[in-house]
């Protein structure tokens, strides 16, 4: 059995699945710890698998993203001028991994007390290879700071400093919201994981300290939901929302992915679910015609607006309160235009995939499936429980973990995700990739991962050349990335 919860833009979904599925949705309103009483009351949530779904967090801070001040304060050692970006430190971590020049206290301390921003990036060059410094800064950070405000950038797990840099910014602006969730969701399981914005689920910990990688997760939980319930291959998911209505592209049984995403202008390393919005949904206000606004909830669910759900209701549906809607309807023929009108809208949308099936998810999902197959000329598939398919796809989807391993062969060394460890020093490739996968898939296990889960390893980035002293080889260094691909627990097939 597994829990999964999707706090989207309007409603929060959960589901629970196991030989059958079971799903509920409450306005966000109603807050998140209403979802997991009603869950309680269902089945013991401290004895279950619960995964949270969450876009929230970094969809705030987008809204505000320069209003919420980080300091910002780098470690980029000799040569790179990094002023423009943040408070440059003394101190160097060179390539191999080796501290050259310690950080200066003082400095750091200075740094922090003439700063007035509401949280901290640390974010050193070669800090992937050895963090220590990153650490030393953010030990003195905590004497003014909360640990939910200060975010390091060796926990981003790649080598790219500016691309780090940016990530880490990111990531401080976010943290203490995810933080305060995973205390709301603690106090209910004992056993919980994250959702990310490329399919997965990661342990609490990970998200806490790189909770960019939550960005996008809703149209992640759409897709992999969709695919689980439908079995499609080649699809457009289109998942209408009270706010909006989303659209992820799914090949070969998995949703397109989109890297290095850009947020407020600057390049990250942030790797999720291509997906594309229009800014209409079942709460979008009509007036004289549809309007890409939101005042609350529809009017047949107590709302005291006139909305696409109401239109529906007087063009002869039966959603919520349904003669309340029709009994503040303007006019027909005005519902109809926005029922149409917002069909239309959802047509064009897809026209650039005329070669893919169309699987509609959402709570009006059936109301609205037969005005686009009457505009579009195709067939949609409407999947059982589609009004909480996101929740689906969280609750069925696996672990999928991420590995930075360094390898210092002449050293002996190893660095796996920040953390330094000696090693044999065999210095053959093949032997170094594998090395890492085995590493990834024991961590993954030890977080609860079925052994059938971390089997399908991707290696992302390889990297490996001679170190030389003399002109004379002394061995190899390598940079390995690996990643459990996201997927459908076994569990679950």
């Given at each position: 059995?597994?829990?999964?919860?999707?706090?989207?833009?309007t409603?929060?979904?959960a589901?629970?699945?196991e030989e059958?599925?079971?799903?509920?949705?409450?306005?966000?309103?109603?807050?998140?710890?209403?979802?997991l009483?009603?869950?309680?009351s269902?089945?013991?949530?401290r004895?279950?698998?619960?995964?949270?779904?969450?876009?929230?967090?970094?969809?705030?801070?987008?809204?505000?993203?320069?209003?919420?001040?980080?300091?910002?304060?780098?470690?980029?050692?000799?040569?790179?001028?990094?002023?423009?970006?943040?408070?440059?430190?003394?101190?160097?971590?060179?390539?191999?991994?080796d501290?050259?020049?310690?950080?200066?206290?003082?400095?750091?301390?200075d740094?922090?007390?003439?700063?007035?921003n509401?949280?901290?990036?640390?974010?050193?060059?070669?800090?992937?290879?050895n963090?220590?410094?990153?650490?030393?800064v953010?030990?003195?950070?905590l004497?003014?700071?909360?640990?939910?405000k200060?975010?390091?950038?060796?926990h981003?797990?790649?080598?790219?400093?500016?691309?780090?840099i940016?990530?880490?910014?990111v990531?401080?602006?976010?943290?203490?919201s995810?933080?305060?969730?995973?205390?709301?969701?603690?106090?209910?399981?004992?056993?919980f994981?994250?959702?990310?914005?490329?399919?997965?689920?990661?342990?609490?910990?990970?998200?806490?300290?790189?909770?960019?990688?939550?960005?996008?997760?809703?149209?992640a939980?759409?897709?992999?939901?969709?695919?689980?319930l439908?079995?499609?291959?080649?699809?457009?998911?289109?998942?209408?929302?009270?706010?909006?209505?989303?659209?992820?592209v799914?090949?070969?049984?998995?949703?397109?992915?989109?890297?290095n995403?850009?947020?407020a202008?600057?390049?990250?390393l942030?790797r999720?679910?291509?997906?594309?919005?229009?800014?209409?949904?079942?709460?979008?206000?009509?007036?004289?015609?549809?309007k890409?606004?939101?005042?609350?909830?529809?009017?047949?669910?107590g709302g005291?607006?006139?909305?696409l759900?109401?239109?529906?209701?007087?063009?002869?549906?039966e959603?919520?309160?349904?003669?309340r809607?029709?009994?503040?309807?303007?006019?027909?023929?005005?519902?109809?235009?926005?029922?149409?009108?917002?069909?239309?809208?959802?047509?064009?949308?897809l026209?650039?995939?005329?070669?893919?099936?169309?699987?509609l998810?959402?709570?009006?999902?059936?109301?609205?499936?037969?005005?686009?197959e009457?505009?579009?000329?195709?067939?949609?598939?409407?999947?059982?429980?589609s009004?909480?398919?996101?929740a689906v796809?969280v609750?069925?989807?696996?672990?999928s973990?991420?590995?930075?391993?360094?390898?210092?062969t002449?050293?002996?060394?190893a660095v796996?995700?920040?953390?330094?460890?000696?090693?044999d020093?065999?210095?053959?490739?093949d032997y170094?990739?594998?090395?890492a996968?085995?590493?990834?898939?024991?961590?993954?296990?030890?977080?609860?991962?079925?052994?059938?889960?971390?089997?399908?390893?991707?290696?992302?980035?390889?990297?490996?050349?001679?170190?030389?002293?003399?002109g004379v080889?002394?061995g190899?260094?390598?940079d390995?990335?690996v990643?459990?691909?996201?997927g459908?627990?076994?569990?679950?097939?």
């Amino acid at each position: 059995m597994a829990v999964g919860i999707d706090i989207g833009g309007t409603n929060t979904d959960a589901a629970i699945v196991e030989e059958e599925v079971m799903t509920f949705k409450l306005p966000n309103e109603a807050g998140i710890e209403a979802v997991l009483k009603t869950l309680s009351s269902e089945v013991d949530l401290r004895e279950e698998k619960v995964i949270v779904s969450t876009s929230l967090p970094l969809n705030t801070v987008l809204s505000r993203f320069h209003e919420v001040s980080t300091l910002v304060l780098l470690i980029p050692g000799p040569g790179l001028n990094y002023r423009q970006v943040g408070f440059c430190l003394k101190g160097f971590v060179n390539h191999r991994g080796d501290v050259v020049e310690d950080i200066d206290e003082t400095e750091v301390v200075d740094a922090l007390r003439n700063s007035n921003n509401d949280n901290v990036a640390i974010a050193g060059k070669f800090s992937i290879r050895n963090p220590i410094l990153e650490e030393k800064v953010r030990k003195i950070a905590l004497r003014k700071f909360k640990d939910s405000k200060i975010c390091l950038s060796y926990h981003c797990l790649a080598v790219n400093y500016p691309l780090r840099i940016n990530t880490t910014i990111v990531n401080a602006k976010i943290k203490e919201s995810v933080s305060e969730l995973e205390k709301i969701v603690g106090k209910y399981s004992n056993y919980f994981f994250f959702y990310k914005g490329d399919g997965g689920i990661i342990p609490i910990e990970i998200a806490i300290q790189n909770p960019s990688l939550l960005y996008n997760s809703s149209p992640a939980a759409v897709a992999m939901g969709a695919i689980y319930l439908t079995n499609v291959e080649n699809a457009v998911v289109v998942d209408i929302g009270g706010t909006t209505t989303d659209f992820v592209v799914v090949r070969n049984g998995k949703p397109a992915i989109v890297e290095n995403l850009s947020v407020a202008g600057m390049k990250t390393l942030i790797r999720c679910v291509d997906s594309f919005s229009i800014p209409f949904g079942g709460d979008s206000i009509v007036d004289s015609f549809i309007k890409p606004e939101r005042k609350g909830v529809s009017a047949a669910f107590g709302g005291n607006h006139f909305t696409l759900t109401d239109s529906l209701n007087c063009c002869g549906c039966e959603i919520g309160n349904f003669t309340r809607s029709r009994d503040i309807c303007r006019s027909r023929d005005i519902a109809e235009k926005a029922v149409r009108d917002y069909s239309s809208m959802v047509v064009n949308a897809l026209n650039n995939y005329k070669n893919l099936k169309i699987v509609l998810t959402g709570y009006l999902a059936e109301f609205l499936a037969p005005y686009i197959e009457e505009i579009s000329g195709r067939k949609c598939i409407v999947p059982e429980h589609s009004e909480a398919v996101n929740a689906v796809g969280v609750a069925v989807s696996r672990v999928s973990m991420t590995l930075y391993a360094r390898f210092d062969t002449a050293k002996k060394r190893a660095v796996f995700n920040g953390v330094v460890e000696e090693y044999d020093g065999r210095d053959d490739d093949d032997y170094l990739i594998e090395l890492a996968k085995d590493r990834v898939t024991e961590m993954a296990i030890s977080h609860g991962a079925m052994e059938e889960d971390v089997k399908d390893v991707r290696v992302v980035y390889f990297n490996s050349y001679n170190a030389v002293r003399g002109g004379v080889v002394i061995g190899r260094i390598a940079d390995v990335v690996v990643q459990i691909e996201p997927g459908i627990s076994v569990e679950f097939r």
